[in-house]
């Protein structure tokens, strides 16, 4: 059974940091493009950034670049995302998602496999 368990969402002040991580089983992790994924009610979800299976090729939404990183470690078959510089705009809930594919992607229906999501809420 594929599963993917986000953590380390939580409230902080505009300008803060947060790191998330994303912690895989029940899949060859290093053969997975990894994804980080965001939704707000109403909206549709939408990209943050994604990584290939390697980690040498990043993809970041123009909204967080310069400000978030995206990496993994396939040894510890676990994801991450840091956030610098949050804004009120970065409250939402995250997603991380895998994808069987060697590059980074795009479109979250490009996903294999999602986690449960982890709440960011930044305070203005």
């Known amino acids: 059974q594929v599963q993917l368990v986000e953590s380390g969402g939580g409230l902080v002040q505009a300008g803060g940091s947060l790191r998330l991580s994303c912690a895989a089983s029940?899949?060859?992790?290093?053969?997975?493009?990894k994804g980080w994924f965001r939704q707000t009610p109403g909206k549709e979800r939408e990209l943050v950034a994604t990584i290939s299976w390697s980690g040498s090729n990043t993809y970041y939404a123009d909204s967080v670049k310069g400000r978030f990183t995206i990496s993994r470690d396939n040894a510890k078959n676990t994801g991450y995302l840091q956030m610098n510089s949050l804004k009120a705009e970065d409250t939402a809930l995250y997603y991380c998602?895998?994808?069987?594919?060697?590059?980074?992607?795009?479109?979250?229906?490009?996903?294999?496999?999602w986690g449960q999501g982890t709440q960011v809420t930044v305070s203005s």
């Open positions: 998602a895998a994808a069987y594919r060697s590059t980074w992607y795009l479109r979250p229906d490009q996903s294999d496999y």
């Open positions: 029940g899949l060859p992790f290093s053969r997975y493009a």
